[in-house]
């Protein structure tokens, strides 16, 4: 099975927060990140947190990690209508040759 | 600086046929991995490559798949006797020498199997 499981959708209004959650298995990981994809597009690195670290904040993105639970949450303030799109957390798995391990992605659909 | 660039960006082969991706890293770059991404699916990894080594190829298809990373030009994946299965986005990301260091994905090349 999947060791980086996030939820697959999530619909919010215009202006207010999302929150896309992940959970992960493997706690070795060094790295986790949130990748953006809009459609038909590549990935866009978003933002990643180290694994030492609780809480990160990078304009209207807040990362938090929860170590000890494995949670990891984007918190995306004041949401718009450009940032629908497909977000993707992942793990850096520095025991397999530094690869990135990634979950099924959660679709972001922002109502105006 | 240019990013990760793969060409072509889109390529269409009848069943049967070879399918050949390139990718070429960012400037500096020589650390290259494969993510294959089947429709409404996240990214799975297929292989890692340095200049003229794999390096982990552990998500490949025991058959049909190979990739390469020559001293001198892109990494190439090729597919050979692609199968409507083979249908999919494929990624490459390129990262400095640091194992730490992020990985830059390109546009992906979205390859549809007839």
């Known amino acids: ?112 | 600086n240019a990013g990760v660039m793969q060409n072509p960006r889109h390529l269409v082969r009848r069943r049967g046929q070879e399918a050949r991706l390139r990718c070429s890293p960012m400037k500096g770059h020589s650390h290259v991995y494969w993510y294959r991404q089947l429709p409404e699916e996240g990214l799975k990894f297929m292989v890692y490559l340095q200049k003229e080594n794999i390096i982990d190829e552990s998500g490949m298809p025991k058959e049909r798949f190979s990739a390469e990373f020559p001293k001198e030009g892109p990494s190439i994946l090729r597919i050979q006797q692609v199968v409507r299965g083979d249908s999919a986005a494929y990624f490459c990301a390129s990262r400095g020498q640091a194992t730490t260091d992020t990985q830059y994905f390109g546009p992906g090349t979205r390859l549809t199997v007839l």
């Open chain 1, 1 to 112: 099975g999947e060791d980086v499981e996030q939820s697959l959708f999530l619909s919010v209004r215009e202006g207010d927060s999302s929150v896309i959650n992940c959970t992960y298995t493997d706690s070795s990981s060094t790295y986790l990140y949130w990748y953006k994809q809009e459609p038909g597009a590549g990935l866009q690195l978003l933002t990643y947190i180290f694994s030492n670290m609780d809480m990160k904040q990078d304009q209207r993105l807040t990362v938090l990690l929860n170590k000890k639970d494995k949670h990891l949450s984007l918190r995306i303030a004041d949401t718009q209508t450009g940032d629908s799109a497909i977000y993707f957390c992942a793990r850096h798995a520095m025991e397999y040759g530094n690869k990135l391990v990634f979950g099924a992605g959660t679709i972001l659909r922002v109502k105006s």
